[in-house]
């Protein structure tokens, strides 16, 4: 039903578990909540791309119910377009509200605490969580996938830990609210391109530089980000004229970008 305000996909279907949702499967259909079962392990390719917004309220908000736990849906594997949070991304100025099963009822995900016993975060994985103000990574968690956490628009907090290695294609473009920064610890090493693509935080402080960081990880990040009083020890990136003891590293989109030492 192209106007069905709300869709929910079985967690059995003539006897047998539902365990995937198809490629390009509710490609530019018309809802505003979808409820997927603990039992779901993939979702194909484009399965929500173009989804547009049908509302009971007229609201511009998008919801996920997910009747597992944050463990099981970090076992989903998912594709371009196929986390159904992505909604809200082609839909402007819409939120994309996710809940997770508690007892008989729900509760929205605000703050995202990875749990304990993942060594990567999945492409994908939580890609628009919008509602999301607050990450925490624990230790153990060594790499972080393409677009993991793009356009998570609302974060204020973010930590890493200290065993993180790899940060991925895209993974943290278009991300947080404006004015807030975290540190990178030194154990990074690899830094795909556009990791940090047009995001607003103001500052990012490196423990030390790693010795794989791409091109262009930078492109078009806010063009007034400013130098800050920092610990001796540490590195920060930042938008700014070359001081003395600033090295310049690459160069690309809004402007230039330096390592200060």
Partial sequence: DRNAYKITIPAEHEGKPVTEIDSAAFMNEYFGEITIPASIKKIGENAFDGVRLYTKDSSSDFRVYYDGTLEEWMQIEFYNNSNPMSVSSWNYDSCSHFYLRSGDDYRELTELNIPQGFSSIGEYQFV?????????????????????????????????????????????????????????????????????????????????????????????????????????????????????????LTSGGIGEYYLRR
């Fill in 128 to 248: 628009s969580f919008n509602a999301v103000t607050k990450i925490v990574i624990p230790e153990g968690v060594e790499e972080v996938g393409g677009y993991a956490f793009r356009f998570c628009t609302s974060v204020e907090e973010l930590s890493l830990p200290a065993s993180l290695e790899t940060i991925g294609l895209y993974s943290f473009s278009q991300f947080g609210v404006q004015d807030f920064s975290f540190t990178v610890p030194a154990t990074v090493r690899y830094i795909e391109p556009y990791a940090f693509d047009l995001s607003r935080f103001s500052e990012l402080v490196f423990e030390e530089p790693g010795d794989g960081w791409a091109a262009f990880s930078f492109r078009e990040c806010p063009s007034d980000w400013k130098t800050a009083e920092l610990d001796p020890s540490k590195y920060s990136y930042f938008f700014d004229s070359p001081e003395e003891n600033v090295t310049k």
